[in-house]
């Protein structure tokens, strides 16, 4: 495909430069014809006094050649103003994108190797239409995340200073404070630790470790959160040695069981996965809770975004960004599936230890 795509930029090119070629000679040609019989080139190999049939030939082809360098450049400049058009196009619309319009797109037509690059132009900019518009929710969000909870310490704080509280309502407002400012806490760790693993190329540290056991110690870390909502726990583990970061891989597990927990209903139910599958690792965990629509699930990677919009759940929107990050630097994959009110199942692809 590729080759015909170069070729076909290469004919067009052949066939202009031959057309000029072939125009020019045939023009040349016409005026050296038209000088002779209208007699004003009387050196034309007649043997007329003074000019040999030598001289007259040498003079005839020094004219063709001067002719044809004339109207051949004649007819190029009048004609690569529309063989350039479409590098000006491209170059009009590349000054738009520098200027900030995202939504510039460009229509190349005729050429396969035009119309490749029409597609692919057309390509960044939805890209980057879309990084730019995730920059915008991002710094929205960002100062949205880290407002509240200021706010709210301001607020209590204020109220703490009045004399006439109850023991009991300053209790509860330093909860509150305590609660926020560890929420504060919180997000920081995990912009923090976000900005970290999206400049990391390469893991590092790693080491074979006991996959299953790893997530076993999790589910035992997170016991209080679904003993709280009375949540049946199904596990289903095979062991698994996996080469990663040990570090790096039990965020992802706190991450995925805590979002499960968080969006499970009061004696809900929780099944996790974990086994060999395709020459590789796969784990599931499901639950039975709120679930989410198709626009949720398209959403759910990208930072701050959040399934409940009223922010009544716990949390900051960075953790399942955070997931698959970890996820890709151990070259895997994470996907959602789901349905609203069915509850929501993450996968987790993993290669195997060799």
């Given at each position: 495909?590729?080759?015909?795509?170069?070729?076909?930029?290469?004919?067009?090119?052949?066939?202009?430069?031959?057309?000029?070629?072939?125009?020019?000679?045939?023009l040349?040609?016409?005026?050296?014809?038209?000088?002779?019989?209208?007699?004003?080139?009387?050196?034309?190999?007649?043997?007329?006094?003074?000019?040999?049939?030598?001289?007259?030939?040498t003079?005839?082809?020094v004219?063709m050649?001067?002719s044809s360098?004339l109207?051949?450049?004649?007819?190029?400049?009048?004609?690569?103003?529309?063989?350039l058009?479409?590098?000006?196009?491209?170059?009009?619309?590349?000054?738009?994108?520098?200027?900030?319009?995202?939504?510039?797109?460009?229509?190349?037509?005729?050429?396969?190797?035009?119309?490749?690059?029409?597609l692919?132009?057309?390509?960044?900019?939805?890209?980057?239409?879309?990084?730019?518009?995730?920059?915008?929710?991002?710094?929205?969000n960002?100062?949205?995340?880290?407002?509240?909870?200021?706010?709210?310490?301001r607020?209590?704080?204020?109220?703490?200073?009045?004399?006439?509280?109850?023991?009991g309502?300053?209790?509860?407002y330093?909860?509150?404070?305590?609660?926020?400012?560890?929420?504060l806490?919180?997000?920081?760790?995990?912009?923090?630790?976000?900005?970290?693993y999206?400049n990391?190329?390469?893991?590092?540290?790693?080491?074979?470790?006991?996959?299953?056991?790893?997530?076993?110690?999790?589910?035992?870390?997170?016991?209080?959160?679904?003993?709280a909502?009375?949540?049946?726990?199904?596990?289903d583990?095979?062991?698994?040695?996996?080469d990663?970061?040990?570090?790096?891989?039990?965020?992802?597990?706190?991450?995925?069981?805590?979002n499960?927990i968080?969006?499970?209903?009061?004696?809900?139910?929780?099944?996790?996965?974990?086994?060999?599958?395709?020459?590789?690792?796969?784990?599931?965990?499901?639950?039975?809770?709120?679930?989410?629509?198709e626009?949720?699930?398209?959403?759910i990677?990208?930072?701050?975004?959040?399934?409940?919009?009223?922010?009544?759940?716990?949390?900051?929107?960075?953790?399942?960004?955070?997931?698959?990050?970890?996820?890709e630097?151990?070259?895997?994959?994470?996907?959602?599936?789901?349905?609203?009110?069915?509850?929501?199942?993450?996968?987790v692809?993993?290669?195997?230890?060799?």
């Amino acid at each position: 495909m590729k080759l015909k795509n170069r070729w076909g930029l290469t004919l067009s090119l052949v066939m202009f430069v031959f057309a000029i070629m072939m125009v020019a000679t045939l023009l040349t040609a016409l005026l050296v014809l038209i000088l002779h019989l209208t007699d004003i080139l009387p050196f034309l190999s007649d043997g007329r006094a003074g000019q040999s049939e030598g001289f007259g030939g040498t003079r005839i082809i020094v004219l063709m050649m001067v002719s044809s360098t004339l109207i051949g450049t004649a007819i190029a400049a009048f004609f690569s103003k529309k063989a350039l058009e479409p590098i000006r196009k491209v170059i009009d619309a590349t000054h738009k994108i520098a200027d900030g319009d995202f939504n510039t797109r460009i229509e190349l037509k005729g050429i396969q190797e035009l119309e490749e690059l029409s597609l692919s132009f057309n390509k960044m900019t939805d890209e980057l239409s879309a990084i730019e518009t995730l920059r915008r929710d991002f710094i929205n969000n960002f100062s949205h995340e880290f407002k509240t909870p200021i706010v709210s310490v301001r607020g209590f704080a204020k109220l703490l200073k009045n004399e006439n509280l109850g023991e009991g309502e300053k209790q509860e407002y330093l909860d509150i404070i305590i609660s926020e400012a560890e929420r504060l806490a919180a997000l920081s760790t995990n912009i923090l630790n976000l900005a970290k693993y999206e400049n990391i190329g390469i893991i590092t540290d790693k080491s074979v470790f006991r996959l299953d056991e790893q997530i076993r110690k999790v589910i035992a870390l997170t016991e209080p959160a679904w003993s709280a909502k009375d949540i049946e726990l199904n596990v289903d583990m095979e062991e698994i040695s996996f080469d990663g970061n040990e570090d790096l891989t039990q965020q992802v597990w706190l991450n995925l069981i805590d979002n499960a927990i968080k969006f499970s209903n009061q004696n809900g139910t929780i099944s996790i996965r974990l086994a060999k599958w395709n020459g590789g690792i796969r784990f599931i965990i499901k639950d039975n809770g709120i679930g989410m629509d198709e626009k949720t699930k398209s959403l759910i990677f990208d930072k701050f975004f959040q399934e409940d919009s009223s922010r009544t759940k716990a949390g900051n929107g960075l953790g399942l960004t955070i997931v698959k990050r970890i996820i890709e630097l151990h070259g895997g994959q994470v996907e959602v599936q789901g349905e609203l009110g069915m509850g929501s199942e993450f996968i987790v692809w993993l290669q195997i230890v060799k």
